[in-house]
């Protein structure tokens, strides 16, 4: 069967019988109290539609199908749910679709109720779709190609498997992806370029380009891809669609063990400062701000600024310390190694290259 057969099949599974597997009880169809953990529903804001395999929580703001009743009950991701439910279903479905995420695992801590957003600098964006961007990384494995680009930039598999380097999946893989969520949810999240239509998907990110997720509290928020084939043509980065860029590697900021802060100037930099024993985070472009609450978690910290040594960089540093001391954080503007260095990754590159 096709991932979108086996989910088709799955999601026939009537919603009381999901239950019971679960270890609750729902009616075939009509109301009931919220089963979910984290939501204490105090009168029926739980509908069951008909035929019985679509449901709804008035009080929670969730819905969906049977495996997304499993996925919302045990904190699951969408294709661990679908795991979980064949197997109580004695249904079998084909394990090479169900490629995992390479990094830290996709189990996530209970889902919190939904509540009105906070206007915060450093809240997590109310549409960022972790979990479908997880399951984009799941079917996107860092292939050989991305191995060796990076090897020539002096970043190794310790590295590549500690930011989750990844690389994007053909169209073929955002089409099954698309089976999965459906095509209005992964327009959303942006992973779709503007002339996708449901008839004709076409993922945001070329095919084999390498892509790096950004983390908040523990979450991946944002994605941004590199371009490795041809690279000397056109547009190198790219970033998605109609969503706000975000600060790389934030939540080193959260961490009492980080006492030597890099600011950089894009993602290869913040990574190759980790080879100099900095927590570093990257702005996605020089002109790019940093939220007033990240600038308060550098306070009583050294911060240096790692931004290119070029005419941009120079010139974005004294707003940038300006900023900073506005919030009580003292930087210190490093200077360029050699004349022929332009950012943290050339002199990473010329460090390590053979003599």
């Keep these: 069967m096709t991932i979108k057969e086996e989910t088709k099949l799955l999601n026939n599974t009537p919603i009381h019988r999901v239950a019971a597997h679960l270890g609750y009880k729902l009616p075939n169809i009509g109301s009931a109290s919220c089963p979910f953990p984290d939501h204490p529903d105090r009168s029926p804001s739980f509908q069951i539609f008909k035929p019985g395999t679509k449901w709804q929580c008035f009080g929670c703001n969730r819905s969906g199908g049977s495996i997304d009743l499993v996925k919302e009950t045990l904190a699951l991701s969408f294709f661990e749910a679908k795991k979980w439910l064949a197997e109580h279903e004695g249904i079998s479905i084909s394990s090479a679709k169900r490629r995992r995420l390479v990094g830290p695992s996709s189990k996530r801590t209970p889902p919190k109720v939904k509540k009105a957003p906070q206007p915060q600098d450093n809240q997590l964006e109310s549409d960022a779709d ?5 399951s984009y990384l799941s079917i996107s494995p860092i292939q050989e190609s991305g191995v060796q680009y990076l090897a020539g930039r002096a970043i190794d598999r310790e590295y590549i498997n500690r930011f989750m380097i990844h690389q994007a999946p053909k169209n073929s893989a955002m089409i099954e992806l698309a089976e999965v969520y ?112 990240m600038v308060k978690a550098m306070r009583n910290r050294r911060v240096d600024i790692l931004l290119d040594w070029d005419d941009a960089g120079e010139k974005r540093v004294k707003s940038l310390k300006e900023r900073l001391a506005t919030y009580g954080v003292s930087a210190v503007r490093l200077s360029r190694p050699a004349s022929e260095i332009k950012d943290v990754n050339e002199y990473l590159v010329s460090i390590r290259a053979p003599q």
């Design 182 to 293: 459906g095509f209005d949810r992964l327009e959303k999240s942006g992973l779709l370029t503007a002339k996708s239509t449901p008839g004709d998907i076409r993922g945001v990110f070329s095919p084999g380009s390498l892509v790096f997720p950004f983390m908040e509290e523990g979450k991946i928020v944002y994605l941004q891809s590199r371009k490795i084939k041809n690279e000397a043509n056109g547009i190198r980065w790219w970033n998605l669609r109609s969503r706000r860029k975000k600060i790389y590697n934030v939540d080193v900021l959260s961490s009492p063990s980080a006492k030597k802060i890099a600011i950089c100037e894009g993602i290869l930099d913040a990574i190759s400062a980790t080879h100099f024993d900095y927590d570093a985070i990257a702005l996605m472009g020089v002109s790019s701000e940093i939220p007033e609450e």
């Design 130 to 134: 972790s979990d479908l961007y997880e």
